[in-house]
């Protein structure tokens, strides 16, 4: 006995001949495997083609045999893939209230929910938030940011 799963790729559920084609997500064949037509009707009987997958459970009809039956009723079901966005490992999305900037070294101090977070961005951005600051206005940081290796600081996407 073995357990199958791949991509749905046709079937026929009525007749003597009742099967399903899927392709073999371990070795990327197409297999067939038969089965009775009560069982085929009640897996595949109502299903649109496209996007399909099968799973299930499956035995030789004679242990040389290349023919397969499928033991219990198989598994259809559409498979959905989630994708989350792909960022690089050296991006950081930041937004907090600035309180400390060197413009010498271009390191900043800020605040967020009341935590300290050091960062080294571009001097002349370091700056313009040093100045900002010593006129006692409110800076704050936000958005992405991406490490430079050759700069070797954080730059603004």
């Known amino acids: ?10 079937w026929e559920s009525e007749g003597e001949n009742s099967h399903f084609v ?30 399909l997958h099968v799973e299930g459970k499956a035995t030789q009809s004679t242990p040389t045999s290349d023919t397969w039956l499928c033991v219990g009723k198989p598994h259809v079901f559409q498979k959905y ?23 010498t070294t271009g390191q900043i101090v ?4 009341g935590r300290r977070f ?5 001097p002349m951005e370091a700056k313009e938030m040093a100045d900002a600051l010593s006129q006692l206005k409110t800076v704050s940081i936000d958005g992405e940011y991406r490490y430079d290796r050759i700069k070797r600081y954080y730059v603004k996407d």
Do not use: W
């Open 22 to 51: 899927f392709l073999d997500s371990t070795n990327l064949r197409e297999r067939t495997i038969h089965c009775d037509p009560d069982t085929m009707s009640l897996s595949f009987g109502n299903k649109q083609k496209g996007n």
């Open 81 to 103: 893939q989630v994708n989350s966005p792909s960022r690089s490992s050296q991006t950081k999305t930041l937004q907090g209230q600035v309180v400390e900037a060197d413009p």
């Open 110 to 113: 800020y605040l967020v929910r």
């Open 1 to 10: 006995m073995i357990r199958f799963s791949g991509e749905l790729l046709s």
């Open 118 to 122: 050091y960062l080294t961005i571009s």
